[in-house]
């Protein structure tokens, strides 16, 4: 079992940046893949990105590709998800999460282990 907490989140206006952290304990992080998830109020949870594990290949929903970039710092233990040109669509509570998998980064099914999510907030 991996430990994940997430941090970084805060509120930002349209076309503002944040970048959000996902730390580990207890395991090695790149022996994982981390997935990135959001859920807005009244919607269901959604995929935004994942980094494989070992080769850390990033992967990204169509909604955020060009504007978001997921990255793994092995000396920290940790991966970032740098988001860049927000939109108030992208409001949400973000989750990292763990799964030993090589396939399937979209389905939040598959990750074993999950943080307690950060609320980015982006205002028009």
């Known amino acids: 079992q991996v430990q994940l907490v997430e941090s970084g989140g805060g509120l930002v206006q349209a076309g503002g940046s944040l970048r959000l952290s996902c730390a580990a304990s207890g395991r090695t992080l790149s022996s994982y893949t981390i997935g990135w998830f959001r859920q807005a109020p009244g919607k269901e949870r959604e995929f935004v990105a994942a980094i494989s594990r070992l080769a850390g290949m990033p992967y990204y929903a169509d909604s955020v590709q060009g504007r978001f970039t997921t990255s793994r710092d092995d000396a920290k233990n940790s991966v970032n998800l740098q988001m860049n040109s927000l939109k108030p669509e992208d409001t949400a509570v973000y989750y990292c999460?763990?799964?030993?998998?090589?396939?399937?980064?979209?389905?939040?099914?598959?990750?074993?282990?999950w943080g307690q999510g950060t609320q980015v907030t982006v205002s028009s």
């Open positions: 999460a763990a799964g030993r998998i090589i396939g399937g980064f979209e389905r939040d099914s598959y990750y074993g282990d």
